[in-house]
């Protein structure tokens, strides 16, 4: 299982409208083959900031199975107008380091 992260910054007074939107999105994602869950995250210090958290089964399964499908053009008609700037996308490993002993 791999882990995407993306932190997202929402133009300046269109939270609320995203996070209406992004409830709607989340059925987008959630349909598709791989997904595990997500969580979206709102930024107590910093205006209009979320950190969003995706777990697929395969790295795969988010940057081809999700990227090139026409499930995505959706997700970004949806989403894609409230980031400024573009968010980065960066994807983990799952190696449950925090339970090994050093």
């Known amino acids: 299982m791999i882990l995407e992260a993306a932190m997202l910054q929402v133009k300046q007074g ?10 709607q999105a989340s059925a987008v994602i959630s ?3 791989g997904y595990v869950n997500h969580t979206l995250h709102k930024c107590m210090e910093a205006q209009g900031k979320y950190l969003l958290l995706v777990n697929w089964e395969t ?8 990227r090139q499908s026409q499930d995505y053009q959706e997700w970004k008609r949806l989403l894609h107008h409230f980031y400024d700037p ?3 996308v960066e994807h983990f490993e799952h190696d449950d ?3 090994r002993s050093v």
């Not at 939270?15 to 992004?22: D, R």
């Not at 790295?59 to 999700?66: A, I, K, R």
């Open 14 to 23: 269109r939270e609320s409208e995203f996070e209406k939107t992004f409830k």
């Open 31 to 33: 349909s598709m083959k």
């Open 59 to 66: 790295l795969e399964d988010h940057t081809v199975g999700f």
């Open 86 to 88: 573009f968010p980065v």
């Open 97 to 99: 380091l925090a339970e």
